[in-house]
């Protein structure tokens, strides 16, 4: 089979002056899409006033090894600078087929000390950030009758991770704009999905020891991210984990349940409470619609 290759395709990456979102830009450009380095260039707390080097230097490795790369230092954190970046990949390469939502800062604490700045600023960045680029594409990849949009969730998200309230809120609001957009942008060859990745970079430098993040390369979970942005990708809605070469879908799934007719009562609940938490037999339910008919399908059963 041949090679997947991106030629003619204009993609985004956010956050794609250091770690993954790099990673990602460097991989893209070298199978001929046209990027856009999108970065900030803060401190891994968002903090800083900016600088253009990152995205820069990552633009220039692109071109020094024969690629097409434009450096864009908006921040995804508005609708303002959103829409900058859409505008930088129109006015340089005069389309858009390919978003990454990549852009991301961490500020760690218990929920005890988080203050609402902490909360606020990694919401904005992660999930605002995460729907104000999309927002601003959207119309643009609806006009190519193409898109593939990926989003970066993460593990502290789907399963929880300690001092990480605010950051497992932001990532799994990621997934839930996933699901919908899966069923917004179908009909139109747009297909979203995230995924969870496991990668040594800046963020995890300070609580991963050297040895693990030299095994967790970025380069080895760009490739699938590579592939969901192809043509030939017809994956749409899903959630992939992904670190060091090892790749799982995951997903939300719903136990078959138990039902309690007639009167509904607290101790009904504590007599069924191990058939509603039995997971055998569970399924994935396709959207909010399916979830109103299984219950109706019990109530009838
Ligand atoms: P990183 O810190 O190397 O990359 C994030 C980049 O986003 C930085 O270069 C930063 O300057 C940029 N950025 C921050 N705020 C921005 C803004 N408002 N606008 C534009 N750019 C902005 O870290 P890493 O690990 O490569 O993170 C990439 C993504 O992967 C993030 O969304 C992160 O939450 C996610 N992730 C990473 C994991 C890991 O193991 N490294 C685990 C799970 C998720």
Redesign the pocket.
Known sequence: MADVRFDGRVAIV????????RSHALLLASRGAKVVV?????A?D?SGSGSTT?AQKVCDEIKAAGGEAVPDY????TPD?AAGIVKTALDTFGKLDIVIN?????RDKSIVKMEEEDWRKVIQ??LD?SYFVTKAAWEHLRANNFGRVIF?????GLYGNFGQTN?SAA?MGIVGLVNTLKLEGAKYNIYSNAI?????????ATVMPQPMLDM?K?EAVSPMVAYLCSEESTVNGKIISA?AGHFAVAQMVEAKGATIKGDVSIEGVREKLDQIMDLEGAVTLGNAGEAGSKVFAALSA
């Open positions: 956010t956050g794609a002056g250091g770690g993954l979102g999108n970065d900030l260039g803060g891994f968002g990152m908006n921040s995804v954190s600078g990549n852009a991301g800062i961490l960045v992660h950030g970066t969730t993460s593990a502290a950051y990532k969870a990745p496991i990668a040594g970079t800046r963020l995890t967790l970025p670190g």
